[in-house]
């Protein structure tokens, strides 16, 4: 149907199943007013629009299964609110289309939805199957923004998040994620990736890959892994109060990265760096339980403050003619070798860091830990510790990605043979 106003047209009570279009409107806007009660399977195109708008809620009781696109829009916006759209191959596919999703849910076989959308809005959606849960492209539109909060992505076997920034300017910004099963957690590349409490379970490839990216991530989680918890290769990379737990750790190839107040435990690599023009900073870290390399300067230059890095083989290793690393106030710790082309802190402790439970993976600071009142005032680059407490609680600041919150134990363990300050 082409060209109709809304009240021109009303569908309800139809079923239409095993046809090239379901149904198919050219410049005819579709809502619950006049789509109503409406079942589409095992169709190509279930519901194509040009050229209008598309709102759909609970109310239109509208059913897409088993198709292999099941809502698209060329040129118009996209308003979906409590709706459904089950076990197709393409969920929701978007062209130049303005698109806003809430407390919806998609499974699909293929894509949860693919959009070429400047604008894109979801909240409380969960995604389900496939191979990516997000595909998202503006192409080379300007004014570029992507902004979801509260999602579920589970068992997007490639990609959970897949964001292109192009040549244009353009914005990616996830709050409240959560992604279990993919290869990739989040692919970006170019732009801006903003992200704050975002949690990756068990990526078998990377949990964040950003490339030639500028990227923000706070409270950012990836668990359980297989390979690279972070990668930033190009760009910029700043990684605030993150966790990163087994796989290899965190790699960056960019131009410059800060890791602070963040714990990463029971993994290959601790901080692995890979730019000879390369400018980094480790503060207020805990390195815990590393296999391998805890801070590892491959390339380019690495300061190391107010941090605990403990390896079962090499804790700072610099290549030599290649990589430099400068320790202040840091807990050293490596079983193999604590200082790889590394000068020694001046004031560096080697001593164990008196974990509350490290077996448990607990890394908190446990009453009379040497971390406790050790390390320097850094609250101008990190005023929070991991658990979000203010730095310099009782008037010390720790070593490491936590603060020592019993005030009445913040103390630190004097040896003889030093010197009272």
């Not at 993150?242 to 435990?265: E, F």
């Not at 207020?284 to 801070?295: F, H, M, P, R």
């Not at 890095?309 to 490596?334: C, F, K, M, P």
């Amino acid at each position: 149907m082409t060209n109709a106003t809304a009240d021109a047209i009303a569908l309800t009570d139809l079923q239409i199943s095993n046809c090239t279009y379901g149904l198919y409107f050219t410049g005819v806007p579709i809502d619950d007013s006049n789509l109503q009660n409406v079942q589409l399977t095992k169709n190509y195109y279930a519901l194509l629009l040009q050229y209008a708008p598309l709102t759909l809620t609970e109310k239109s009781s509208i059913q897409l299964v088993g198709n292999t696109y099941a809502l698209m829009n060329y040129w118009g916006e996209i308003n979906l609110n409590s709706v459904k759209l089950a076990e197709n191959q393409i969920g929701l596919y978007g062209y130049f289309s303005p698109v806003t999703v809430t407390n919806s849910y998609l499974s699909s076989t293929n894509y949860g939805c693919i959009l070429y959308a400047r604008v894109v809005k979801m909240d409380n959606v969960t995604f389900e199957g496939g191979n990516y849960g997000i595909y998202y492209d503006p192409y080379t539109q300007e004014g570029c923004r992507f902004t979801a909060s509260q999602l579920d992505i589970r068992s997007a076997s490639s990609v959970g998040i897949y964001s292109i920034g192009r040549d244009v300017p353009s914005q990616t910004t996830l709050s409240n994620v959560t992604i279990d099963g993919s290869a990739y957690g989040i692919y970006c590349t170019g732009g801006t990736l903003l992200t704050d409490q975002v949690t990756v379970n068990k990526p078998t490839v990377f949990g964040m890959y950003a490339y030639n990216a500028t990227s923000q991530h706070d409270r950012l989680q990836i668990l359980d892994g297989t390979s690279w918890g972070v990668y930033g290769n190009l760009g910029e990379m700043n990684l605030s109060s993150i966790q990163v737990r087994g796989g290899h750790g965190v790699l960056v190839n960019t131009k410059s990265s800060r890791l602070a107040s963040s714990l990463i435990s029971g993994t290959t690599y601790g901080f692995y760096t890979q730019s000879a023009d390369g400018q980094y900073e480790v503060v207020n870290c805990t390195l815990a339980d590393i296999g391998y390399l805890g801070v590892y300067a491959n390339l380019g230059k690495i300061s190391v403050a107010n941090s605990t890095i403990q390896s079962r083989a090499y804790a700072l290793y610099a290549e030599n003619g290649r990589g430099s690393i400068t320790s202040d106030h840091n807990i050293v710790q490596g079983t193999t070798r604590a200082y790889t082309n590394v000068a020694v802190g001046p004031k560096d402790i080697d001593k164990q860091p008196v974990f509350v439970n490290s077996a448990s993976r607990d890394y908190r600071l446990n009453t009379g830990s040497p971390a406790i009142n050790a390390g320097l005032d850094l609250s101008h680059l990190v005023s929070t510790d991991l658990d979000g407490n203010a730095r310099g609680s009782f008037g010390g600041y720790e070593i490491g990605a936590y603060e020592y919150m019993n005030p009445s134990g913040s103390v630190r363990i004097v040896q003889w043979q030093e010197t009272a300050q």
